[in-house]
């Protein structure tokens, strides 16, 4: 059985980052990391809780996000069949 997702997102560990010199990098580099983990886990959340509610048939998955400062979208259609799961890879460009 599927697990079934939590009612709602909840926040996460706060990150203990320095900005110091010397330190910059390795904390933009966590905190890119935890923004990364973030996203997927919502997503997943999100695929999770609205799972029951899918109809089988073509849906059209989208995001999109801002990196560097540039808007960037991604977009993939996928089959779904009765209570059936699909595996969609997005990257943004």
Known sequence: ??????????PTERLQL?????KIVGSLEALFERITKDAESAVHWYIRAKRSKLVPGIHTIKVDG?????????????????????TVQLTLS
């Open 66 to 86: 801002v990196i560097g400062g540039n808007r960037r979208q991604a977009e993939a259609a996928v089959s779904i069949t009765a209570g059936g799961t699909a």
């Open 18 to 22: 320095s900005w110091e010199r010397g």
């Open 1 to 10: 059985m599927a697990e079934k997702a939590p009612k709602d997102l909840g």
